[in-house]
T-cell receptor, first 111, second 114 residues
């Protein structure tokens, strides 16, 4: 089955700096790659996703890039703010089936 | 609010017992997914149902089972509980087709096994 690896496990940045989280996947048939943000004690919430027919997607301060050949994708957060502090999970799946998550990255944005 | 509901919110029980967790998906969603999240751990995929049928299986123990009913709600049954089963159990739902793959998570059920 799919195996998703996520790095780093923890990331600390100064407010205003950029943060980058990287994931690799093993199943070349995976075609859907979402990113979830989970604040302490809350449910994971989708923040951005990308499909395999697209190389990059942006939504305000958040962007995701996908390299299908290398089987990796990344989350980029620019101009970080303290409220961006959370655990971020990447995931990979074949369409709506069998989604596998990375182990998570705990992002801390220091004011 | 994602539209996915889970009951109960908290559950405290003893080792060896059996519990049932319930999930109601968003209106119109056909797929239901179950995940286990232990303390400071990631999301472990357990099982997926689509329109009443099992579609994918992850790291689900034999002591655990699930089903999806005709009204599309789902139940996760955990039996012969062990201390290590203490975790947050999330249910998520999606439309279930490629074009609408996004999963929406419920608030979770926190299970404590004493």
């Amino acid at each position: 089955g799919e195996n998703v690896e996520q790095h780093p496990s923890t990331l600390s940045v100064q407010e205003g700096d950029s943060a980058v989280i990287k994931c690799t996947y093993s199943d070349s048939a995976s075609n859907y790659f979402p990113w979830y943000k989970q604040e302490l004690g809350k449910r994971p919430q989708l923040i951005i996703d990308i499909r395999s027919n697209v190389g990059e997607k942006k939504d305000q301060r958040i962007a995701v890039t996908l390299n299908k050949t290398a089987k990796h994708f990344s989350l980029h957060i620019t101009e970080t703010q303290p409220e961006d502090s959370a655990v971020y999970f990447c995931a990979a799946s074949r369409g709506a089936n069998d989604m596998r998550f990375g182990a998570g990255t705990r992002l801390t944005v220091k004011p | 609010d994602s539209g996915v509901t889970q009951t109960p919110k908290h559950l405290i029980t003893a080792t060896g017992q059996r519990v049932t967790l319930r999930c109601s998906p968003r209106s119109g969603d056909l797929s239901v997914y179950w995940y286990q999240q232990s303390l400071d751990q990631g999301l472990q995929f357990l099982i997926q149902y689509y329109n009443g049928e099992e579609r994918a299986k992850g790291n689900i123990l034999e002591r655990f089972s699930a089903q999806q009913f005709p009204d599309l709600h789902s139940e996760l049954n955990l039996s012969s509980l062990e201390l290590g089963d203490s975790a947050l159990y999330f249910c998520a739902s999606s439309a279930g087709d490629y074009a609408r793959s996004e999963q929406f998570f419920g608030p979770g059920t926190r299970l404590t096994v004493l």
